[in-house]
Nanobody, 115 residues
Framework: QVQLVESGGGLVQPGGSLRLSCAAS????????MGWYRQAPGKQRELVAY???????NYADSVKGRFTISRDSAKNTVYLQMNSLKPEDTAVYYC?????????WGQGTQVTVSS
């Protein structure tokens, strides 16, 4: 069993920055993928970024150059640094953990970009 707890969401003005954190606890496997998804009202949940246990990353086209996913293995924590935020980034952001045959989700943290 893996538990994921997100933090760092909030209200920010356009052009501002936020850093989301996802702390994982429980039985963590050697090979895994952790990522961030988001869901805005009236829209389907979409992948924002992910990082695999080997360190490779991938990003949605809409956030490339603005968001950075990173990890601190010692803390079992994954981060999403969000810069140059736009109102279109407003959504609930969810942390996700995947390993062989297992898929876990955090409860989500609200990010609102508004003036």
């Amino acid at each position: 069993q893996v538990q994921l707890v997100e933090s760092g969401g909030g209200l920010v003005q356009p052009g501002g920055s936020l850093r989301l954190s996802c702390a994982a606890s429980g039985s963590i496997f050697r090979f895994y993928t952790m990522g961030w998804y988001r869901q805005a009202p009236g829209k389907q949940r979409e992948l924002v970024a992910y990082i695999i246990s080997g360190g490779s990353t991938n990003y949605a086209d809409s956030v490339k150059g603005r968001f950075t996913i990173s990890r601190d293995s010692a803390k079992n924590t994954v981060y999403l640094q969000m810069n140059s935020l736009k109102p279109e980034d407003t959504a609930v952001y969810y942390c996700n953990y995947k390993t062989v045959g297992v898929d876990y989700w955090g409860q989500g943290t609200q990010v609102t970009v508004s003036s």
